[in-house]
């Protein structure tokens, strides 16, 4: 049965994130804390680059989170974490970094990865938008 739901989220998660690299517009209310003028001086080639870098991140954890537990290898995951902590602390998003917390505990696994996809799929909804902006 686990195999199955580790299945159905992997599936739903590339799927979501493709959709949103094609353009279909997704709801977002979610507060973005990041200066990008700080990141970017204000390049908006470079503001964008760095936005479709931080989806990627985003991506990529999720599917080092997977690999993880499917490779039984808590290791691969440190790893993925800390390739992503450039992106994280820009994010500075307090939420986000309580979820990956519990993301780390094997025990509270499965609930936060699903805390987790819903909240990547709000926060790269609005990089998106930012995106849109530039």
Known sequence: MENHLLADIKSAT???IHVMKAGVKMK???????????????DPEFKAELIDGMIDN???LEQAY?????????????????KV???LAMLNDTELNAVLE????????????????QLKIAICASLLAEKALI
């Open 102 to 117: 519990k993301m780390k505990d094997p025990a509270q696994g499965m609930g936060a990865i699903a805390t987790y996809k």
């Open 14 to 16: 590339n799927c979501d």
């Open 58 to 60: 985003l991506e990529e």
């Open 85 to 87: 902590q450039t992106t």
């Open 66 to 82: 997977f690999q993880s537990l499917t490779q039984q290898d808590p290791a691969f995951l440190r790893r993925a974490f800390h």
């Open 28 to 42: 977002t209310n979610r507060e973005l804390y990041v200066d990008f003028a700080l990141y970017t001086d204000n």
